[in-house]
């Protein structure tokens, strides 16, 4: 049998990670293991390159910004971006 954490456990460990909170830090308070953690930030951030590699590349478009009175302004726009 092997022991399981709930999406809530896993979703609350990796925000206090990403908030800048050490590993060990986090398994203090949930009593999740560190090594546990550790893994789940390791699996996120694969999940996140693959899914940027996949990404097409951005449209960039030089548009004027009614309220800024530049010569032009770069307007990046990011299509097919999920959260994972």
Request: hydrophobic residues 30%; negative net charge; proline residues 4%.
């Amino acid at each position: 049998m092997t022991r399981g954490y709930s999406k809530d456990a896993k979703q609350i460990c990796l925000r206090l990670h990403q908030n800048g909170m050490g590993y060990r830090a986090i398994e203090r308070i949930t009593g999740v293991s560190h090594n546990t953690v550790i893994n789940w930030v390791r699996e996120t951030t694969s999940l996140v390159c693959e899914s940027e590699e996949s990404l097409d590349e951005p449209e960039v478009s030089k548009t004027p910004h009614p309220d800024i009175h530049h010569d032009s302004i770069v307007r990046v726009t990011v299509k097919n971006f999920q959260i994972v």
